[in-house]
């Protein structure tokens, strides 16, 4: 593997590259279009699932191209390991009103689903105009089709992929590209 590489894990070796700094912006570009178009009129709110998609959704919302507020939610995830547990707890809830808005839900990658399931759950009952989920990656063979999941970046392969956001135990998040792990 390459040395900045080398230099940014610590010596860590990935075992490849899967999605690249430029393919990422480009795909990046086109969600943002996908959104502008989507949302015509009303209130958008951009509600990022933290951590895993802090950076995703700093690109997103830069190619957004109307009015929109922010805000995140925190909801426990896998710990250190690297299987889903199908626990998810809410550990922040949004300060800005839900009712009445168009939501769009940023996660890093839907795997399971289950994380997003109980959230979607969770984020209908405060009655928002209407609730979509903007992915990053999309584990397609690991559960049934969602109708929640509008916009979507790159179906991910069955390996458990890092960085752009997405971690292992809170390493790799800050990777400028996706890779899957040895
Ligand atoms: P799900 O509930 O099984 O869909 O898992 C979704 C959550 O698990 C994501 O928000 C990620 O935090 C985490 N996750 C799932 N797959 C991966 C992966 O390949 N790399 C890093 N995190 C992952
Ligand atoms: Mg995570």
């Known amino acids: 593997m390459h ?5 940014r894990t610590g010596g860590r070796a990935m075992k490849s590259v899967l999605f690249d700094a430029d393919t ?3 795909r990046v570009r086109e969600l943002g ?7 015509p009129e009303g209130d958008l709110l951009v509600l990022g699932l933290l951590k895993g998609s802090f950076i995703f959704l700093g690109d997103l919302v830069r190619q957004i191209e109307r009015p929109l507020q922010i ?3 925190v909801a426990s995830s896998y710990g250190r ?5 199908g626990q998810v707890r809410l550990l922040y ?18 795997d399971s689903g289950n994380t997003l399931r109980k959230l979607i ?10 609730l979509a989920v903007c992915a990053l990656l999309n584990k397609v063979e690991h559960h049934e089709p969602m109708t929640a999941l509008r916009f979507v970046g790159f179906e ?9 956001g997405l971690d292992h135990a809170e390493d790799f998040r800050h990777l400028p590209f996706i890779a899957d792990l040895m």
């Not at 040395?3 to 230099?7: A, L």
């Not at 390991?81 to 547990?85: E, F, K, L």
């Not at 969770?122 to 009655?127: D, N, S, T």
């Open 71 to 73: 805000d995140f939610i």
């Open 33 to 39: 279009a996908d959104i502008t178009a989507a949302y």
């Open 24 to 26: 990422i912006a480009g």
């Open 93 to 110: 809830d949004p300060e800005t009103e839900l009712a009445g808005k168009h939501i769009v839900l940023v996660e890093d990658i839907v």
């Open 156 to 164: 991910a392969p069955s390996a458990f992929l890092v960085g752009y």
């Open 81 to 85: 390991g690297t299987i889903s547990s």
């Open 3 to 7: 040395s900045e590489t080398m230099r």
């Open 121 to 130: 759950a969770l984020l209908e009952e405060r009655r928002p105009r209407s």
